[in-house]
């Protein structure tokens, strides 16, 4: 009985963290670049519900045509907010960015409940609400959840090849570790910030998308704790390193839900910021960060 408790806290867990970590995964690329933390981010997420929900009610397309269309909007949305709201205070305080990242989150939540109302609206179900039992025991897998956990790895794995094996993930890497130096090698920088933010918000997108389809209800203020809890899962793992964006995010996902089982649901986000704090005092770089030093 226990061991099938904890396998199947482990399948939620590992379900929940896999859209944690897609949110994350937007986050540590931008803070890897420019060094910037787009607390915007978290409501891209949501506008890729709200498209998901569109696409899916007003014309009708399947789950994959919808998630697709919904990450390449994402995608242009996080380009447009780049260029309009990022790139003209590039070079200016951190304080600067910060508050012009918080303004564009509340401008994107209000723009959102203006336009769409603020009432909770229910995402079409899109999948077969089957379970699928576990080593013949009482333990199931809901088919959401390999859709979840299929795509997420599907998505992981195409940002890895992007990454490491093209020149958009190349000129990305460069910029990463010396901008000047990129620069003066024929790197285009606003095209490479541009090319990162694009790739971090389409994935938030097929996050919205992935927890409308599973929770069956979105609202315009749905990408904040999520949102937040994306850069903790990023600052968990080592903000600024793609693998510890996705060791953090199921990390803080099965944390989550094994919290909840014992019957603690109330204090799951207190126990996340928590980890937060006692991750910042014991090991500021994350776990998979690396300590750097710097000369004075």
Known sequence: MIMEEIIQQIVNGVSLGSIYALIALGYTMVYGIIKLINFAHGDIYMIGAYVGFALTTFLKLGFFPALILSMVICAILGVIIEKVAYKPIRNSTRIAALITAIS???????????????????????????????????????????????????????????????????????????????????????????????????????????????????????????????????VIGGIGIIPGAVFGGFFLGITETTISSLGGSLYKDAVAFAILILVLLLKPNGFLGKDVKEKV
């Open 104 to 234: 564009v989150s509340l401008f994107l939540e209000y723009g959102m409940m203006y336009f769409f109302k603020p009432d909770t609206r229910t995402f079409p179900s899109l999948l077969p609400d089957k379970q699928i039992k576990i080593f013949n025991t009482d333990a199931v897998l809901d088919i959401k959840n390999v859709y979840i956990i299929v795509v997420t790895i599907s998505l992981m794995l195409l940002l890895q090849y992007v990454i490491h094996r093209t020149k958009v993930g190349k000129a990305m890497r460069a910029v990463s570790l010396d901008r000047d130096a990129a620069q003066l090698m024929g790197i285009d920088i606003n095209k490479t910030i541009s090319n990162t933010f694009a790739i971090g918000s389409a994935l938030a997108g097929a996050a919205g998308v992935l927890v409308g389809t599973y929770y069956n209800s979105i609202n315009p203020l749905m990408g904040v704790v999520p949102g937040l809890k994306a850069f903790v899962a990023a």
